[in-house]
């Protein structure tokens, strides 16, 4: 990541770009804010976005608006005309599963696509993927005409690796987004419907009170779907095989004996020492403390 670098690579994307500016998509993730670290760099111009869904963790607002922003610039934040995750949810009386992701496309695409449809000229959205995240991300290609916004669709940290990530937040002195230091390996939704048992042991550990959230959630809606006389199927925010899993039966899955998961590391020791920012003060008191200063 040294100057040369840089300069090839923003010779070859203005090339791509041919004049268009170039709208970055944040979650508070550390992709998508190691990719607003490398453009920090460049003279590509570029705005960033954060949509919130209001299904995050408070911290990810703050990391976002209160810790990243002064450090990198203004973010414009997006809301979807649907409402947030609950209000959704309320509305079609579902939760989303992994067959079914309707937040997706009404939560986040929805409004990414108002906004670029309401701006007086083209612009690129640039997303914080890489292609070893999954077997799936590994087919993507940099650049990608989406149907679905109608736009472009720039991943240029596509062929980074985990450590070029870690590398660039230390390289500007950026602290990753306090969840990770927590253990969690995603910080969009809290929780994501794709969560692993270390990430619902976590969940259960560090917040307690969202477990019971979901637990209210999820009973308003089942008893909504049997006033108006929907499938008497049950409904909740995680599945297994097809079938839902209530939350506090996914709690109850997720520390069950036998689970060789939870012999193996302390979740949160597996976050800090990945980043190397190991301390005895929990990350959410420690970021907290760096809004302060």
């Not at 000229?121 to 005409?145: F, H, I, M, P, Q």
């Amino acid at each position: 990541m040294n100057s040369m670098s840089i300069k090839i690579w923003e010779e070859q994307a203005k090339k791509q770009l041919n004049g268009r500016e170039v709208v970055l998509s944040l979650s508070g993730g550390k992709d998508s804010t190691a990719m607003a670290l490398w453009f920090a760099q460049s003279n590509i111009s570029h705005r960033r976005v954060f949509i919130d869904t209001g299904w995050e963790h408070p911290a990810t607002k703050e990391y976002l608006l209160e810790y990243l922003q002064p450090k990198i610039g203004p973010i414009e934040v997006l809301h979807s005309p649907e409402g947030g995750m609950k209000n959704l949810i309320r509305t079609m009386k579902l939760f989303p599963k992994k067959s079914r992701r309707f937040c997706t496309g009404k939560i986040k695409m929805l409004p990414m696509r108002i906004y670029l449809e309401e701006q007086p000229y083209e612009l690129v959205n640039a997303v914080g993927v890489r292609a070893d995240e999954s077997k799936k991300r590994s087919t993507y290609g940099e650049w990608e005409y989406s149907s679905a916004l109608q736009a472009d669709v720039w991943r240029p940290i596509l062929s980074w690796s985990l450590q070029q990530v870690i590398d660039i937040h230390q390289q500007f002195e950026v602290r990753p987004n306090p969840l990770y230091l927590m253990g969690s390996k995603r910080v969009g939704c809290w929780p994501c419907i794709f969560s692993s048992k270390a990430e619902v042991r976590l969940l259960a550990e560090e917040d307690p009170d969202r477990i019971q959230e979901i637990y209210e959630f999820e009973k308003e809606i089942n008893t909504l779907r049997r006033s108006e006389n929907i499938e008497a199927k049950l409904v909740s925010w995680f599945s297994v095989g097809g079938r839902a899993l209530p939350i506090k039966d996914a709690v109850r899955w997720a520390f069950g004996k036998g689970n060789k998961e939870i012999l193996l590391a302390n979740d949160r020791e597996v976050g800090c020492m990945r980043w190397g920012m190991c301390s005895s003060v929990h990350p959410l008191q420690e970021h907290n403390e760096s809004l302060k200063q």
